[in-house]
């Protein structure tokens, strides 16, 4: 049965609590039943103990070093006050929260665009948390701390990512009647979030541009391809071999690599060849841009802290390069927006019926005139006095 202990335990007392020849347990003065048990094999586990019904009942919570002090003496405490409660802490692994964001996954999110996205942020962030809780027993305290954990790390937008993605997990859940009420209700997002409207001005893509002829590969190149084809980060960075067609000057996006799932054709200025042209090849490499040769490129935070430094230009992202195209190719091309927006495969209801099947050769076209002649101006920009371009007629 628990002891009664004068001294709290501490991260220096875990870390240091040493294999006998038989286990032996390390109570909690801070949390009443709490404590580590230390095995032969010098394996800690921690755990939770509270007398039921005359009986006591041991529950496991979790590993050290995985689970941290802090993060065991809260899961400790939750799991008391279900005992207390009298529910119970041995459910099935189907009423585990990980098998249910499993589930979670497979039937609500396969086809989400942003399936990927919502998968990679809750196994970071909410999994570590949650996955030895049974669902039921994720209470809002829950949410609102790992909210909290997640906006002390410095990533408060991320924390609102979170957040929403969890709402949409539990109302699901809800529907499934799997819980009775959703944990998330009444949180608010921890940040506020302004609409992003960053346009790089005209020096700004010259120091980008050339920061990146002076990045090794793949970076500079994957930076300079991003500029010219304003195509998304993903599209351009997970590119391989195969949907390129160099003698016609032609990039051919599949519909499973694009956002709106519709295939799309790039057409490839000079200056864009110029770059693919230059590009290392390696004996059975898919890929354009590969640091391993096994899979696309990886580390794009790495990649932008280095252009921002070489660079000087920071405040800004891969995907503000498309709004820069956007703006620049309309104001100073004199580019039609339906025709940039063709480029940069937005969907858009402005063309429809007989017209958009007449229009679409028609705009082809015109966007491998757009293109060109963004290359050309990227080009002129890298060697022209920035100031006189600005000054200029349009």
């Not at 005359?54 to 279900?82: C, N, S």
């Not at 802490?89 to 585990?96: C, D, M, P, Q």
């Not at 962030?125 to 030895?132: D, E, S």
Request: aromatic share 8%.
């Amino acid at each position: 049965m628990p002891r009664l202990v004068s001294k709290p335990l501490t991260d220096i007392a875990v870390r240091k609590a040493q294999p006998r020849k038989q286990r032996y347990d390390i109570y909690d003065a801070a949390l009443r039943g709490f404590g580590l048990r230390v095995a032969i094999s010098g394996t800690k586990t921690w755990f939770a103990m509270r007398r039921i019904n005359g009986r006591m009942v041991r529950h496991t919570i979790g590993r050290y070093p995985e689970l941290p002090l802090a993060e065991a003496r809260k899961r400790a405490a939750d799991a008391a006050q279900l005992m207390a409660l009298g529910e119970s802490l041995h459910a099935s692994k189907s009423e585990f929260f990980k098998s249910i964001l499993e589930e979670w996954f497979v039937r609500d999110q396969a086809k989400n665009r942003s399936a990927k996205k919502v998968r990679n942020a809750l196994n970071k962030h909410a999994l570590p948390a949650f996955q030895g809780k049974p669902l039921k027993a994720i209470r809002k305290a829950d949410i609102l701390r790992l909210i909290d954990r997640i906006v002390d790390s410095g990533a408060p937008i991320q924390a609102n990512r979170v957040l929403a993605y969890l709402r949409r997990f539990f109302n699901w859940c809800v529907e499934r009647d799997l819980i009775s009420n959703n944990p998330t209700s009444g949180v608010k997002p921890p940040a506020r979030e302004i609409s992003r409207e960053r346009v790089l001005s005209l020096d700004e893509l010259k120091a980008v541009m050339d920061a990146a002829t002076r990045m090794e590969y793949p970076w500079g190149q994957m930076v300079k391809l991003l500029v010219l084809t304003s195509q998304r980060l993903e599209e351009v960075a997970y590119a391989p071999w195969g949907e390129f067609d160099l003698e016609r000057a032609e990039w051919s996006l599949p519909g499973a690599r694009t956002k709106n799932s519709r295939p799309h054709l790039i057409h490839l200025s000079d200056a864009a060849l110029d770059v693919i042209r230059e590009l290392p090849t390696f004996e059975e490499q898919t890929w354009l841009f590969s640091t391993t040769g096994d899979g696309p490129v990886k580390g794009f935070s790495k990649a932008k802290t280095k252009i921002d430094q070489e660079s000087g230009v920071t405040g800004w992202t891969f995907h503000d390069l498309r709004r820069t195209f956007a703006t620049h190719a309309t104001e100073r091309l004199g580019v039609n927006p339906v025709v940039v927006d063709k480029i940069l495969n937005h969907v858009s209801g402005a063309v429809t019926g007989v017209a958009a099947v007449y229009q679409r050769g028609q705009y082809l076209e015109q966007r491998k005139a757009a293109m060109s002649a963004w290359g050309d101006f990227l080009a002129g920009l890298r060697t022209t006095n920035v100031t006189s371009l600005r000054s200029g007629s349009r």
